[in-house]
């Protein structure tokens, strides 16, 4: 077997391991972690998949994350900045302004959810 299988192998062990001892099924931890059963079951065989679900599934295991990452041979992902923080960084914008446009964003996506759009 060759390197990146053993860790694929070694990170299936792991979530398994893990779901089994909290006592969870596989439609459980999906219900807990918002990821779905078959990709649980992906995780659990082959030791692969999203780094956002590796995430879900390492918060609802309540497993360190950054430990799953380097089982599995891959970075931690970085988070992104808050909007506010970009938009100072990126803009120089004042804080009224940056309300206003979080204002603004919000209304979009109202908007968008309520499907008024055309």
Do not use: C, W
Request: glycine share 6%; proline share 5%.
């Amino acid at each position: 077997m060759n390197n990146i299988d053993d860790k694929s192998a070694r990170l299936a062990k792991t979530l398994r391991q893990a779901r089994i001892a909290s006592g969870l099924s596989a439609r459980e931890l999906q219900a807990v972690s918002g990821v779905a059963k078959s990709v649980v079951s992906r995780f659990e065989h082959e030791g692969t998949g999203s780094a956002h679900n590796l995430l879900a599934l390492a918060r609802a295991l309540e497993l360190r994350a950054s430990d799953l990452f380097s089982q599995a041979g891959r970075a931690m992902p970085t988070p992104s900045p808050s909007l506010p923080a970009m938009l100072r960084a990126e803009y120089d914008l004042p804080p009224e302004a940056i309300k206003e446009i979080q204002q603004n964003i919000k209304s979009i996506a109202r908007k968008y959810r309520a499907g008024d759009y055309d």
